[in-house]
């Protein structure tokens, strides 16, 4: 298994300067991981840097709290493809989610699944904040979508994936979907427990030290 392709090398803190965005490209190509995952304001950047190369731009949609209003989600994911993503991660909205408003999130990740456009989407469904009946029900309603991940955590929140969690959810979704883990995923014995666990992808800003002896 080449467990680079496994790899969104991720840098989407708030502070990230071109410098940096330009690094993080440069470091993907280099180690030939499957994406790099920014915020939607570096996408035209980084496809620019990337042309030519097997690496995809994956963005983040409505992050990291999930919470902005459908046609929102839906705009910054259609103008992210637009300029170049391949690949989109989007936030479930959590409150809505908890609420028991279930059909308003099914809809609301089909909607961006058709403004991608054929494109990868990844739903973030924060199991953080979620017990595992409430995980196991997130995965559900991902799974009656048309999206290709269910991804555990923004990274930004109380809690990143751990092991049980990825195995509860690939458990749920089986081959309907993919599993994408995602925040604390730092050394690689965490990386590999991941995906013994049943992860498809790993989201990290570790990328160089879980691939290298650097």
């Known amino acids: 298994m080449n467990?680079?392709?496994?790899?969104?090398?991720?840098?989407l803190k708030a502070n990230a300067t071109k410098d940096q965005i330009t690094k993080l490209c440069n470091e993907a190509i280099k180690y030939e991981f499957a994406s790099v995952c920014v915020n939607t304001c570096w996408v035209d950047y980084c496809h620019g840097l990337l042309q030519g190369s097997d690496v995809k731009v994956c963005c983040t949609v409505g992050f990291p709290l999930g919470a902005n209003a459908t046609p929102v989600k839906v705009f910054e994911a259609g103008n992210a493809i637009k300029d170049g993503a391949h690949e989109i991660d989007m936030v479930i909205n959590i409150g809505e989610f908890l609420s028991g408003n279930y059909g308003m999130i099914e809809n609301e990740i089909k909607e961006v699944v058709a403004v991608a456009d054929g494109h990868c989407v990844k739903v973030i469904i924060e199991t953080c904040l979620l017990n595992d009946e409430q995980i196991i029900k997130a995965c559900e309603l991902v799974s009656k979508t048309k999206a290709a991940f269910v991804k555990t955590s923004t990274g930004f929140s109380t809690g990143g994936a751990n092991p049980r969690i990825v195995k509860l959810m690939k458990d749920t979704v089986g081959d309907t979907v993919k599993v994408k883990a995602a925040g604390g995923v730092r050394n690689k014995e965490e990386l590999k427990l991941m995906?013994?666990?049943g992860a498809d992808r790993i989201g990290t800003s570790s990328g160089v030290a879980l691939v290298s002896d650097e």
């Open 3 to 11: 467990v680079n392709k496994l790899i969104d090398h991720t840098l």
């Open 195 to 197: 995906i013994e666990a």
